[in-house]
C-alpha cells in the first residue's frame, strides 16, 4: 500500500525551540506539500515543493521553512517555534499532472507550550 | 483565487443517497475539483476528482456543471462509518505557482 509517512504523531515543544517536521513517501511523487489544519479555518498550505531542492511558498508560509534533499524527502522547520504554531500538521504527495490529488500522511500534532 | 463554501454539517441516515455542494464561483480555467473524506486524527484521504460533467468511481460520482462555479460529490447508500468530515479543493498549477483552496468542510452524521 501506498504510503505518507510523518515522523511523529504527537510532538510537545518550548517556545523557541528549533523543530523539524519529517515526511517520506514512497510513490516517487515529484510534489510534496506541508498544509496545517486548525479548528474552523481547515487545511491551509504552507509551503510544497515540485522537484529535489525547489520549494515554493504556500499561503502561510511565515514561521517556517523546508527542505528537500532527496525526492521522497520533504521536511517541514519551525525555526523557532511560537505558541500560535500549535497545530495539526499535514503532509502529502502527489504526481505531478494530478493537481490536488493528495495522498495525505496520518498527521502530526504539534503542541507548543 | 477560487474560495469555495460548503454547508457546514448535514445529517443522513444508513441507507440514503447523501448530496454535498460546493461553490467555487471563481474556479480558474486550470483549476480541478478534487474531495477529500477526513476521519478525526487522520489526513483526508482522497475520493475523486474532476474537472467538468460528471466522474464516478467505486464509492462517489462527482457532478459539475458547465459553468463550474459549483459541484456536487454524490455518495450513494452511505452507512454509518461515512461519518467523517468531507472536503472540497479547487485548484492546481497556475502560472506563479500552485493554487489550492480547501473548503472548511462539511461534517456528515450518518444516524442509523
Known amino acids: 500500500d501506498v504510503k505518507v509517512t510523518q515522523s511523529s504523531r504527537y510532538l510537545v515543544k518550548r517556545t523557541g525551540e528549533k523543530v523539524f517536521l519529517e515526511c517520506v513517501q514512497d510513490?516517487?511523487?515529484?510534489?510534496m506539500f506541508w498544509y496545517r489544519q486548525d479548528p474552523g479555518l481547515g487545511l491551509r498550505l504552507i509551503y510544497f515543493?515540485?522537484?529535489?531542492?525547489?520549494?515554493e511558498k504556500g499561503d502561510i508560509p511565515e514561521g517556517y521553512s523546508v527542505s528537500r534533499e532527496k525526492k521522497e524527502r520533504f521536511s517541514l522547520i519551525l525555526e523557532s517555534a511560537s505558541t500560535n504554531q500549535t497545530s495539526m500538521y499535514l503532509c502529502?504527495?502527489?504526481?505531478?499532472?494530478?493537481?490536488?490529488?493528495?495522498?495525505f500522511g496520518s498527521g502530526t500534532r504539534l503542541t507548543v507550550v | 483565487l477560487a474560495k469555495t463554501t460548503q454547508p457546514i454539517s448535514m445529517d443522513s441516515y444508513e441507507g440514503q443517497e447523501v448530496n454535498i455542494t460546493c461553490s467555487h464561483n471563481?474556479?480558474?480555467?486550470?483549476?480541478?475539483i478534487t474531495w477529500y473524506q477526513q476521519f478525526p486524527s487522520q489526513g483526508p484521504r482522497f475520493i475523486i476528482q474532476?474537472?467538468?460533467t460528471k466522474v464516478t468511481n467505486e464509492v462517489a460520482s462527482l457532478f459539475i456543471p458547465a459553468d463550474r462555479k459549483s459541484s456536487t460529490l454524490s455518495l450513494p447508500r452511505v452507512s454509518l462509518s461515512d461519518t467523517a468530515v468531507y472536503y472540497c479543493?479547487?485548484?492546481?498549477?497556475?502560472?506563479?505557482?500552485?493554487?489550492?483552496?480547501f473548503g472548511a468542510g462539511t461534517r456528515l452524521f450518518v444516524k442509523a
Open positions: 510513490m516517487d511523487h515529484e510534489n
Open positions: 515543493s515540485y522537484d529535489v531542492k525547489m520549494k
Open positions: 474532476g474537472y467538468k
Open positions: 502529502a504527495s502527489s504526481p505531478p499532472t494530478q493537481a490536488g490529488g493528495y495522498t
Open positions: 471563481n474556479i480558474a480555467t486550470n483549476d480541478y
Open positions: 479543493l479547487v485548484g492546481g498549477f497556475e502560472t506563479g505557482g500552485f493554487k489550492t483552496i
